[in-house]
């Protein structure tokens, strides 16, 4: 994101224009014979030129007089106190100590380390992983809280089962036909929280992202979406742990005109790209 910027004169422009330009007075002096601007001009008369340096004598002083009268108030020095940090800045702290497999752990405690943890939780739940049997079981596993992992695990097969891999193009393992790359990437693009305390927290992630299955002959294209997950963390085995999620549509941008990528070009890019860990 950058701003052009255009200096000097030109069609609405405040630069410097032409002297002599339509509508502007230059006063001259009396020209040397050797005055590049013009002919030498004949020398005025010595009344004249007295006239002329008495005139110019009285309009320097009423000048003075009149930059005076404003020049005794002092100037406003400019402050050098910094403004304060807006709360969409980024903190810069490393978010976690560690991983176990491909999910971050040990976030701090305190309600930097929340928010760290929803907004990669939040990659995590809505991930191409999370629709395989197998990988779903270890997410939920090592994402929830465990009085809550039962529960999770019944619902998340009921929400993934054989008609939504169905309509996704997918088998009963969460995997795509032969030729086919099925992509389910997350970006957090910004965290709020809207509780917390030392034990809970809730915390709003808002996300972009790109799903669908690439490939020729694919019914189910890849296209962007722009959504916002609600995840109640609880600090348990001495990290944060979801306890529950909901999510949302939206806010969404105005779509660009930009032509999109073919098939072979998504399939790559999941595939060469790796992610991210996320912190607040």
């Known amino acids: 994101m950058s701003n052009d910027d255009q200096y000097g004169g030109g069609a609405g422009g405040s630069g410097y224009g032409e002297i002599g330009g339509t509508g502007q007075t230059r006063t001259r002096l009396p020209d040397s014979p050797s005055d590049q601007y013009g002919p030498p001009r004949r020398t005025p008369r010595a009344s004249r030129g007295l006239v002329t340096v008495v005139g110019v004598?009285?309009?320097?002083?009423?000048?003075?007089?009149?930059?005076?009268?404003?020049?005794?108030?002092?100037?406003?020095?400019?402050?050098?106190t910094p403004p304060p940090p807006a709360s969409t800045a980024a903190t810069g702290t490393r978010p976690v100590d560690g991983k176990n497999a491909a999910i971050p752990k040990g976030f701090a405690h305190d309600e930097q380390g929340a928010q760290s943890a929803a907004a990669n939780y939040a990659v995590t739940l809505v991930s191409a992983d999370i629709l395989k049997p197998q990988m779903r079981r270890q997410i939920v596993r090592q994402v929830f809280v465990a009085d809550k992992v039962s529960e999770l695990e019944t619902r998340l097969?009921?929400?993934?089962?054989?008609?939504?891999?169905?309509?996704?193009?997918?088998?009963?393992?969460?995997?795509?036909?032969q030729g086919l790359t099925y992509i389910s990437r997350t970006v957090p693009v910004g965290s709020k929280t809207a509780k917390y305390s030392d034990s809970t927290a809730t915390v709003d992630v808002w996300c972009t992202g790109a799903f669908g299955t690439a490939g020729v002959g694919s019914t189910n294209p890849v296209s962007n979406d722009w959504f916002t997950m609600t995840l109640t963390l609880r600090w348990a085995e001495n990290d944060w742990k979801v306890e529950s999620f909901a999510q949302k549509d939206g806010p969404a941008p105005v779509h660009t005109d930009r032509t999109a990528?073919?098939?072979?070009?998504?399939a790559k890019a999941a595939t060469e790209f790796g992610g991210f860990t996320y912190a607040r």
Not at 157 to 177: E, I, P, S, V
């Open 157 to 177: 097969d009921q929400a993934y089962g054989k008609a939504f891999l169905d309509q996704a193009g997918l088998d009963a393992n969460g995997n795509a036909a």
């Open 261 to 266: 990528s073919t098939a072979e070009e998504i």
């Open 57 to 80: 004598v009285v309009l320097l002083i009423a000048a003075i007089a009149f930059a005076n009268q404003s020049g005794d108030a002092p100037s406003t020095p400019p402050t050098t």
